[in-house]
Antibody, heavy 122, light 105 residues
Framework: QVQLVESGGGLVKPGGSLRLSCEASGFIFNDYYMSWVRQAPGKGLEWVSYMSGSGTHTNSADSVRGRFTISRDNAKKSLHLQMNSLRGEDTAVYYC???????????????WGQGTLVTVSS | DIQMTQSPSSVSASIGDRVTITCRASQDISTWLAWYQQKPGKAPKLLIFGASSLQSGVPSRFSGSGSGTDFTLTISSLQAEDFATYYCQQANNLLSFGGGTRVEI
């Protein structure tokens, strides 16, 4: 069965950096687009970034572009999110998810991890 | 950017009720719309994609409809396990979510 396990969350000061990881199992990892989605405490869902199976196609939300970088290691079946210049508003639970494609384009997020909490505070 | 607006923000309902949640896109997104269910402390669960396609394993009491800018998620007969928050998400231009609708007793 599909399993996604995030790690790397924690407390970081404003302006600091953090690298999240997502270990995948139960499916052919390099066949799938993967995505990060976050949820601030008590708030709704916000899409962050996604990457194609080969790693050649990526996209990110305006709110994180230039600060966050998505990457993947297909040999290790892992997805990463490098977060730099962190701000208080980046405080959230970060989920990784597999991307369901329709007609070759991202359409939905069909499997999710349990999330990892990132807190940005001095 | 495409903005997604859900209504209502919360709805009170009883077991067996028919519940309808609406999602409106700020521009035409064809049928690039998905719906999710999220329970407290848990990850979201995909219910519907392509506006009306039921994800495998999701009960048939859930259905989705709409195209263009106006979409609906319907729960035909509310069950106890359906009390949760529901989100729509567009995929016409990158991805973005609606603000959520809480279904409560």
């Amino acid at each position: 069965q599909v399993q996604l396990v995030e790690s790397g969350g924690g407390l970081v000061k404003p302006g600091g950096s953090l690298r999240l990881s997502c270990e995948a199992s139960g499916f052919i990892f390099n066949d799938y687009y993967m995505s990060w989605v976050r949820q601030a405490p008590g708030k709704g869902l916000e899409w962050v970034s996604y990457m194609s199976g080969s790693g050649t196609h990526t996209n990110s939300a305006d709110s994180v572009r230039g600060r966050f970088t998505i990457s993947r290691d297909n040999a290790k079946k892992s997805l990463h999110l490098q977060m730099n210049s962190l701000r208080g508003e980046d405080t959230a639970v970060y989920y990784c998810a597999t991307v369901l494609l329709q007609y070759g384009s991202p359409a939905a997020l069909n499997y999710w991890g349990q999330g990892t909490l990132v807190t940005v505070s001095s | 950017d495409i903005q997604m607006t859900q209504s209502p923000s919360s709805v009170s309902a009883s077991i067996g009720d028919r519940v309808t949640i609406t999602c409106r896109a700020s521009q035409d997104i064809s049928t690039w719309l998905a719906w999710y269910q999220q329970k407290p402390g848990k990850a979201p669960k995909l219910l519907i994609f392509g506006a009306s396609s039921l994800q495998s394993g999701v009960p048939s009491r859930f259905s989705g409809s709409g195209s263009g800018t106006d979409f609906t998620l319907t729960i035909s007969s509310l069950q106890a396990e359906d009390f949760a928050t529901y989100y729509c998400q567009q995929a016409n231009n990158l991805l973005s979510f609606g603000g959520g609708t809480r279904v409560e007793i």
